[in-house]
């Protein structure tokens, strides 16, 4: 019965860190129109580092010598990935930049595969891409520089989690992902003081953007984290791979983004593809993180 309740939890934790990171990007699209991306990234960011240093203390066991490299570039990779997903929901629905961004952890973890039969897992993931790739010829399509930077933040994703992992041996996750936060808020926070000014400081955006960075950041890195001590990381992996249906329904629900059937169907097929390569021995675990 107590294994029962320990799991249920660590379920519960999965769900309500995606919806809560969900959530925390819709309600960054709507500080879009006030502070554009590049002040919305600077804002979440920066309370995320801060709510985190406050969680995990990483003073206290803070890394030495070459261990910051990796750090570094994981904290690079962190922030690339939240610019360039920001970016992409400016110009593509919700749903569909987290189905292309996912393409990121996916790759890892096909790649990280030694299985033949993971190539029919790549074959679905092909076409969910294909499906949601627009169609320039038709006024109604996607917008292709929305598609391409979403797949740019995929790749940065999956540098995040080779990286993280990496420095998660040398260090424990909680202080590696503040140390991570705080690297990139220091490399973007000056691009979104520089690109929207005196704009960031009312009073309207500052708690926008704290409830954005506790929504998007703070809260599901620690749910995560909680799950994973109580769960299999296959498990994990499966709960993970819902994320681009919760991504289009938060869309649906808080920012009235509709999608054609069609793309229902491409996001399908990338959750069918996540779902398929999870069940693969591995150490994409990490890919929620």
Known sequence: MQINRVMLTAIGSVLFAMVAIQSGASLAKQLFPLVGPEGTTALRLGFAAAVLWLVFRPWRAMPKGREWQSIIIYGLCLGGMNILFYLAIERIPLGIAVALEFTGPLAVALFGSKRKSDLFWVAFAIAGIVLLLPDVTSAQGLDITGVLLALAAGACWAGYILFGTRSGKQVSGGITVALGMTVAAIVLMPVGVVSQGLALISWEVLSMGLLVGILSSALPYSLEMIALRNMPTQAFSVLMSLEPAIGALAGFVLLSEQLT?????????????????SFTPKKAAEMGV
């Open 261 to 277: 059937l069609l793309q229902w169907i491409a996001i399908a097929l990338v959750i069918v593809a996540s779902i398929g390569s």
